[in-house]
């Protein structure tokens, strides 16, 4: 996993970009915050550094990292019983090598249903 290099045109940076739609939920110099296209629960919503490059927490400076991170509590107050999920990079049918967050309001209570 360490071999494969981050895609500049994975689909997060392309949310960036403005290449494919998403509803934000607020955005910041250092991080975006919006709601997952295809949710897996109430609030599913997603948190992304705004720079390029980072495959894994552990690929971010402290100061990048911080700057992201910070935003995780307004984001979290933003959905109301959180739980939280954090895909550095591949795991399951995770496949998009990017840093972000994924924030649920009511954990998975739709699958459950």
Same mark, same amino acid.
Request: net charge negative; glycine share 4%; charged share 20%.
């Given at each position: ?9 994975n689909i ?20 975006y915050?919006f709601?997952?296209?295809f ?5 599913h919503?997603?948190?992304i550094?705004?720079?390029?490059g980072?495959r ?6 402290e100061?990048t990292?911080? +700057?992201?991170?910070k ?5 979290s107050r ?5 739980r939280?999920?954090i895909?550095p990079?591949r795991?399951?049918? +995770?496949?998009?090598?990017?840093v ?6 009511e954990?998975?209570s739709s699958?459950?249903?």
């Open positions: 996993m360490a071999s494969e290099p981050y895609d500049p045109n997060f940076a392309k949310i960036l970009r403005k290449e494919i739609p998403s509803y934000m939920i607020f955005e910041t110099e250092h991080a915050a709601l997952d296209a949710p897996m629960a109430k609030g919503s997603l948190l550094p705004k720079a390029p980072y894994t927490v552990m690929d971010m400076d100061d990292a911080a +700057n992201l991170l935003e995780l509590p307004r984001l933003a959905v109301k019983e959180v939280m999920l895909y990079a795991s399951g049918s +995770n496949f998009v090598l990017c972000r967050f994924q924030v649920y309001g954990w998975f699958l459950n249903s």
